[in-house]
């Protein structure tokens, strides 16, 4: 199946439009139970948020096949499915890379070791564009309007100690003050590290999802 420029056609605002408003909800949902102290392991306040089940980051799992299957049938589906899953796996060795150096320069604060983090990961949302490049557009378009109403919601929780999952820190950090505490513990997560999650994540399933369905188009024509 020959990639094409047709993805365009598709629209990503208006492919991502719902998604988004679901994801939304989401997000407004898990800070009314995390304020009211709704119960886990629904509800958690831990820095990460400790796996809630209530939260967005298990959607990429779902979009990532719903956007797949519509880009798809319209004609925008991969050139190449080993290629995509190819370069899926050098965009997971990238955030794996990158994930340790951010680990390791939050143990030695090291500035220098966390910006190298920051670029792989960043390579991380880049690199799936030679594998499917129209899914990776819809999947970083998707993914910052996830995390930008997030990264609104932890400012205002910074700002007013919410006692949140959104303004916790997590163990043995020491707070520099309220800027370099956001740049480090919301700004780069949301805008890079939960992108490039996203994009790999919703990559894996998506092109398993388009596997799936290439196989079984073919059984259905000879019926």
């Keep these: 199946m020959a990639e094409t420029n047709s993805g365009n056609s598709v629209g990503i605002l208006k492919l ?3 998604p988004s408003l679901i994801t939304l909800a989401v997000t407004i949902l898990r800070l009314v139970g995390e304020l009211q102290n709704w119960p886990a392991p629904f509800f958690v306040k831990q820095g990460g948020g400790g796996g809630a089940i209530v939260g967005i980051s298990w959607l990429p799992i ?5 956007f797949a299957l519509k880009l798809t049938g319209a004609g925008a589906g991969p050139e190449s499915l080993g290629r995509t899953f190819a370069f899926w796996g050098l965009g997971m060795l990238l955030l794996v ?9 939050f143990r030695s604060n090291s500035a220098v070791e966390g910006l190298a983090g920051v670029a ?22 998707y993914g910052y309007a996830a995390r930008i109403p997030v990264l609104v919601v932890m400012f205002l929780a910074f700002q007013g100690k ?5 303004d916790a820190a997590p163990p043995g950090f020491v707070s520099k003050g309220f800027a370099s505490d956001f740049l480090n513990l919301a700004v780069f997560p949301q805008m890079i590290l939960w992108i490039a999650f996203t994009v790999l994540v919703g990559t894996l399933f998506g092109a398993v999802a388009a ?12 019926a």
Excluded: D, E
Aim: net charge positive; glycine share 14%; charged share 5%.
């Design 120 to 141: 792989l990961m960043a390579g991380a949302c880049i690199v799936p564009l030679w594998g499917w490049s129209n899914l990776t557009k819809v999947l970083i378009a």
């Design 211 to 222: 596997a799936i369905a290439q196989r079984r188009k073919p059984a259905v024509q000879a």
């Design 16 to 18: 991502i439009l719902v």
């Design 62 to 66: 779902f979009f990532g096949v719903y």
């Design 162 to 166: 919410w006692g949140t999952h959104y």
């Design 97 to 105: 890379g990158g994930g340790f150096l951010g680990f390791s320069a």
